[in-house]
């Protein structure tokens, strides 16, 4: 079994890619990174040519889902890494939580007949309720916009969402792998906290180091429950 988990950061991957001892594979398109090992690869997004950044955002994970599936055949694709929380739904800095129910776009509107949900993708997720609440984790609905504020419109269809996990790749993964009828999950660690009076991107910055190490320590153990 192959488990392809697709991430946005460098500094998200640093820490698991370090703890698991994968080991880079040379031919992966530029500027996306790809480690292997034991039955798992990472994709990272890269590095932008043009601005010398992160490729955050739906756009460079689609581009990247798409060149790991025809490369690596995986049987289970996973959207990991930080995301926002929401404290009026019982999130905290650090949480640890694994998508439930369909994954959404939720700063995408088109009010256009069948057009509405294929906008917001509402793409489906593995249901692993079970196995995330024996490990101590949080299963709950994820979406995905293109930007780290949250303006009106957006928490409007976060709230009607029931949103826990506010990121900005998952929905973009889910729905490559959706294409493919491939299973899909978002893993993600809570950074910030959306409706705390804290700036989004200062929390994001405080809480990005522990947050990655988190993730290094939780999705292996995900990982084993999947493969068993
Ligand atoms: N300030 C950072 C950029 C982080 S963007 C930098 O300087 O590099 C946020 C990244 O973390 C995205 O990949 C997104 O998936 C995730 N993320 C964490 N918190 C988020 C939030 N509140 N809203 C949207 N995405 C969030």
Not at 14 to 42: K, N, Q, Y
Not at 51 to 72: C, E, N, Q, Y
Not at 153 to 161: G, K, Q, S, V
Not at 176 to 196: C, E, N
Request: hydrophobic share 45%; with cysteine; net charge negative.
């Amino acid at each position: 079994m192959t488990i392809l988990v697709v991430m946005a950061m460098g500094a998200e991957a640093a820490p698991i890619v370090r703890s698991m001892s994968l080991s880079v594979v040379d031919d992966a398109p530029p500027p996306m990174v790809w480690f292997e090992g034991s039955g798992l690869v990472i994709a990272v997004n890269g590095i932008d040519p043009v601005h010398r950044v992160d490729s955050i955002g739906t756009t460079p994970a689609a581009l990247s889902t798409a060149a790991a599936l025809a490369r690596f055949k995986p049987d289970i694709v996973i959207s990991a890494g930080t995301a926002g929380g929401f404290v009026s739904r019982g999130g905290y800095i650090g949480q640890v939580i694994v998508a439930n129910g369909p994954v959404i776009h939720h700063d995408r509107r088109v009010p256009l007949g069948g057009f509405e949900a294929y906008a917001q993708g509402h793409y489906p997720t593995m249901d692993l309720q079970k196995v995330t609440e024996r490990l101590g984790f949080t299963a709950g609905p994820c979406s995905t916009g293109d930007s780290l504020d949250a303006p009106p419109l957006d928490l409007a269809a976060m709230d009607t969402h029931g949103t826990i996990a506010k990121d900005m790749e998952a929905a973009a993964v889910a729905g490559v792998a959706a294409r493919s009828s491939i299973p899909f999950t978002a893993f993600k660690v809570i950074t910030d906290l959306v409706d705390s009076p804290e700036p989004t991107a200062k929390q994001f910055m405080a809480n990005l180091e522990v947050a990655s190490a988190t993730l290094a320590v939780a999705l292996p153990v995900f990982l084993t429950e999947l493969n068993g």
